[in-house]
Antibody, heavy 125, light 109 residues
Framework: QVQLVESGGGVVQPGRSLRLSCAAS????????IHWVRQTPGKGLEWVAL????????FYSDSVMDRFTISRDNSKDTLYLQMNDLRPDDSAMYYC??????????????????WGQGTQVTVSP | SALTQPPSASGSPGQSVTISCTGT?????????VSWYQQHPGKAPKLIIY???KRPSGVPDRFSASKSGNTASLTVTGLQAEDEADYYC??????????FGGGTKLTVL
């Protein structure tokens, strides 16, 4: 069955960097766009970034633009999120989430049928 | 949050409850790509409605959704104890953005 397993979270000081990974299995990874979505404890969900199935296009929320980079290695069925210049308000549970439709592009990518269990990122002095 | 949901909702077992999700004419009002997610404490979100009204396989037909203007709604009929969870709406926001509501905590009395 579809599995998404995030890793790489931890405690980091403001201004430092962290790289998250999301290992996928149980589906044709290279044919699906994947999102990163974060959630602050007790608060709601916030979209972070999307990468298309082939890695050719990446899109970001305004809050992480120019600091975070989403990428993927389709030969390893793995998604990444490079987070630079981290701030305390980046502290959250980070989920990877698979788009529903194969080869989606544009609006059709913006819903997700499978989510990982998340990895916690804490930015603190 | 970009989309507005009531913070809480409740109902007794067997009753129906509706949760609203209000956006604007640039997101919920314009696009078909509204989805709803159920999240139990300590768990990942689970897709229960996509493309406004579709249910993934395995989601009970007690869950249904609709849209009127800039407001989407999720209705849960025949409430069961296991339906107690947080519910989040989302919508394509245009210009390659994805918007979420602040979430509604559903309590089964």
């Amino acid at each position: 069955q579809v599995q998404l397993v995030e890793s790489g979270g931890g405690v980091v000081q403001p201004g430092r960097s962290l790289r998250l990974s999301c290992a996928a299995s149980g589906f044709a990874f290279k044919t699906f766009a994947i999102h990163w979505v974060r959630q602050t404890p007790g608060k709601g969900l916030e979209w972070v970034a999307l990468i298309t199935y082939d890695g050719g296009h990446q899109f970001y929320s305004d809050s992480v633009m120019d600091r975070f980079t989403i990428s993927r290695d389709n030969s390893k069925d793995t998604l990444y999120l490079q987070m630079n210049d981290l701030r305390p308000d980046d502290s959250a549970m980070y989920y990877c989430a698979k788009a529903i439709d194969k080869f989606c592009f544009g609006a059709t990518c913006y819903h997700a049928d499978h989510w990982g269990q998340g990895t916690q990122v804490t930015v603190s002095p | 949050s970009a989309l507005t949901q009531p913070p809480s909702a409740s109902g007794s077992p067997g009753q129906s409850v509706t949760i609203s999700c209000t956006g604007t004419s640039s997101d919920v009002g314009e696009y078909y790509y509204v989805s709803w997610y159920q999240q139990h404490p300590g768990k990942a979100p689970k897709l229960i409605i996509y493309e406004m009204t579709k249910r993934p396989s395995g989601v009970p037909d007690r869950f249904s959704a609709s849209k009127s203007g800039n407001t989407a709604s999720l209705t849960v009929t025949g409430l069961q104890a296991e339906d107690e969870a947080d519910y989040y709406c989302s919508s394509y926001g245009g210009r390659n953005t994805w918007l979420f509501g602040g979430g509604t905590k559903l309590t089964v009395l």
